[in-house]
Nanobody, 111 residues
Framework: HVQLVESGGDSVQAGESLRLSCVASGWSHTNIAWFRQIPGKAREGVARIGSTSGTAFIADSVKGRFTISRDNAKNTVYLQMNNLRSEDTALYYC???????WGQGTQVTVS
């Protein structure tokens, strides 16, 4: 059984912070990633973390502001988003198994 459920999205002002969570049922603790869909643009990768916390990837557009982490005991991956900007407004998804499985997304709106 595989199911991914994102949460934590909200409407905030520029400069504020949010932490997104993805509970990944059926995840075998291999690669897991965050993507985002900005209105009118193609879906893009935001961050990826491997089997250990030392194998993380962060997109250049968010490097220095976003951090990805994981808690294997809770089957959960987090995306800490600091100093949010209006261009970060998007629907954020998590995915596993070479992106064969996706959650429903959580909306982040920055004004």
């Amino acid at each position: 059984h595989v199911q991914l459920v994102e949460s934590g999205g909200d409407s905030v002002q520029a400069g504020e912070s949010l932490r997104l969570s993805c509970v990944a049922s059926g995840w075998s603790h291999t690669n897991i990633a965050w993507f985002r869909q900005i209105p009118g643009k193609a879906r893009e990768g935001v961050a990826r973390i491997g089997s250990t916390s030392g194998t993380a990837f962060i997109a250049d557009s968010v490097k220095g502001r976003f951090t990805i982490s994981r808690d294997n005991a809770k089957n959960t991956v987090y995306l800490q988003m600091n100093n949010l900007r209006s261009e970060d407004t998007a629907l954020y998804y998590c995915a596993i198994d070479d992106w064969a499985y996706w959650g429903q997304g959580t909306q982040v709106t920055v004004s």
